[in-house]
């Protein structure tokens, strides 16, 4: 495979509206994956960027205005329960599919999952989305170690800030899962409704992610319906796939249900 050909496709693909700010390595891997499937330029760089869409940009209809958003949060509270600073985290969730389904649940999603183990010092959020703006409803201890990723770079670049705003220790890089799973220890790792999603471009990534994340209490999610609400048998594919992936495994694991999520609370 010549150079320049990977060269010019990710070239291409990376001037569309929203795909310059996604992982050069992510981008760089689909595409080598597409060109060895032998079609023209043009076929190519779509099909990048159909793989692209499905695991990142279908859940982000636009790109935030993040420049907007640093600029108002500048002139917020810091406190996580004032409601004005809870409020601007309400409606910047509703962009990202993933967090706006949890929205009706929000009060309750972190008590129900977090809740027993008392003030968490340290947090993974990892292919992260908007969820960090949830940071203000987590038991979180004061200036707790928080560590999230993703693969679009003004995402983090956002989330990062947001975390500075909260006094928490957080640092937000841009990753891509299936190349490397961060190991960094920590009481609490959220890995929420992210299988299906990377299980799309690696079978058996799921199983990885479980062993490889060094976290005393891991939250796993499942979406219960799909991406346009409709509930395709989505219920029994996921408890079927994540017993799966925990058989024989030394773990204690809970299984429940909040909103629209199956969530499994997996101790290591
Ligand atoms: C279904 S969303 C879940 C977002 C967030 N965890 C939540 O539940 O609010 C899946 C997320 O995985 C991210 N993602 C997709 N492929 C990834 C990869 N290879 N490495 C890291 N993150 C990835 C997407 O950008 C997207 O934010």
Redesign the pocket.
Known sequence: METSEVNQVIAAVRSGKGYGSMDPG?VERITRQEIAKGRGFKATVKAVRSVLHQ??GA?LPATPPYAGWLEELKGLPHDPADPVLRAFCREKMQY?A??RE?LPVIETFYQQTLGGLGEVESLLDL?????PLALPWMPLKPGAQVIL????SDMLAFVDAFCVHMGLDGVGFV????EQVPDNPVQAA?L???IP??EQ?QKGIGSRLLEGINAETLVV?YPAASLGGRNKGMRKTYTDQFAELIEGKPWHVRGLEIGSELVYIVRK
């Open positions: 992510l695991v990142g859940y990202h993933s967090t949890r292919a992260c989305g908007l969820n990723c993703d693969i679009f990753c891509d899962l299936v959220l929420l409704k992210t999603c990377l471009l999610t």
